[in-house]
């Protein structure tokens, strides 16, 4: 009955996770219904952790450098006059970082790996279903375009090109769900494939195409460099990654060049403000720059601004632990399990270098489901090798 309680609560903060984008589809008043959902979720992993009397130590490693890192940025950008409200701004969607604790605790069986695999295709399919068929209503124009917008502008989770396509904050896991069913791939996936890959190029994110792009050139590279076959693989990930990225940056209905003029813009303000203290250790949560008084579309020219150059080795560190915890999986034998796993973190970083996906929910939950995953697959012999 326990089992079953932990798979279902695992199954509907998962499900939120890769389908509810940033949060804030539905408006629920102070706290996002994520918000609640991980409050909860902190509270039953405590009571596992208590029944089990144990925990894992490098868990609590990663928390109490996540903790002291958050504290050391807080107090700095309170010193440096930042308003309380923006620096609990900045802390507030860092704290999912603590879902490390609710993974490590619930998905610590064979069976809740496969649940999870299974939650991120189906996502990734339901998200890339609805995207083409919204696009294909707007642009056949049974979808009237402005009452859709107005309809979901409100909730800040959409970013529209033009008048005939847009990005949602959740797509990321549209390129999640590829990575999983390419690795995992069967005759009967083509055409999920084939849908899962038109909604990401149809979403106009050069972003998405190149780090998608980038991982299975790290894959044939660095991960399995010995097969003819990756050569030839990878010759066609570079033709598909110059056709992909002309066709997406010389379309004539999208201004690109506001949004890589604004990435210049925040680069320079950053730069401006640079001294060696702050580079050490940054100007605070709070601080931002005029141009972005908050966020900042690039994640570690954020990272680096705010928490300086700890900051950005805190996020090495992670990056580093999970490649360990992938190498002991493939000593093992699980590679075939870990691999995806391991491809959707490193999608995840890759992809922070052009969006906020590393410091926010959205990515923080890919991460530290990976480790999760990754962790219990370390932990497993060879003959308990689990088929997705």
Not at 96 to 118: E, H, M, N, R
Not at 187 to 197: G, R, V
Not at 266 to 283: D, L, M, N, Y
């Amino acid at each position: 009955m326990l089992e079953l309680a932990k798979r279902l609560f695992l199954s509907v903060f998962c499900l939120e996770l890769f389908l509810g984008g940033g949060g804030r589809l539905i408006d629920t008043g102070l706290l996002s219904i994520r918000m609640y959902l991980f409050i909860v979720s902190l509270i039953i992993s405590f009571f596992l952790i208590a029944m089990r009397k144990r925990i894992d130590k490098n868990l609590v490693i990663i928390v109490s450098l996540a903790t002291l890192q958050f504290v050391l940025s807080s107090i700095i950008g309170l010193v440096n006059e930042a308003p309380v409200s923006n620096v609990l701004n900045d802390v507030k969607p860092l704290l999912f970082i603590f879902s490390g604790i609710v993974f490590y605790s619930l998905i610590d069986s064979s069976k809740t790996i496969k649940l999870v695999t299974k939650l991120l295709k189906v996502s990734s399919l339901i998200l890339a279903i609805t995207y083409l068929a919204v696009f294909a209503g707007i642009n056949l124009g049974i979808i009237p375009f402005l009452p859709f917008y107005n309809m979901v502008q409100p909730t800040e989770e959409f970013f529209f090109r033009g008048e005939f396509a847009f990005f949602y904050k959740g797509f990321m896991y549209l390129c999640v769900g590829a990575i999983f069913y390419f690795w995992q791939f069967k005759e009967s996936s083509k055409l999920t494939i084939f849908l899962i890959c038109a909604a990401i190029v149809l979403t106009f994110t050069r972003g998405f195409i190149v780090s998608s792009a980038s991982v299975f050139v790290v894959y044939f590279i660095f991960i399995k460099p010995k097969y003819v076959r990756s050569i030839v693989g990878l010759g066609i990930l570079v033709l598909g990654l110059f056709f992909g990225w002309s066709y997406v940056s010389n379309s004539s209905n999208i201004d690109r060049g506001v949004s890589d003029s604004d990435r210049i813009v925040q680069i320079k303000e950053v730069a401006e403000r640079f001294t060696i203290p702050s580079a050490v250790f940054g100007h605070g949560f709070g601080i931002g720059v005029p141009f972005r008084p908050e966020h900042m579309e690039i994640s570690y020219l954020e990272i680096f601004h705010k928490q300086g150059l700890l900051g950005l080795l805190f996020w090495l560190i992670i990056f580093v632990y999970g490649t360990y915890l992938f190498k002991v999986t493939k000593h093992k034998g699980h590679s075939d399990s870990a691999m995806p796993f391991y491809l959707s973190m490193l999608f995840v970083y890759i992809q922070s270098f052009t969006n906020p996906f590393i410091n926010n929910p959205i990515g923080l939950s890919m991460i530290m489901i990976s480790l999760a995953v990754l962790r219990f697959l370390a932990q497993q012999e060879r003959d308990t090798a689990i088929s997705a």
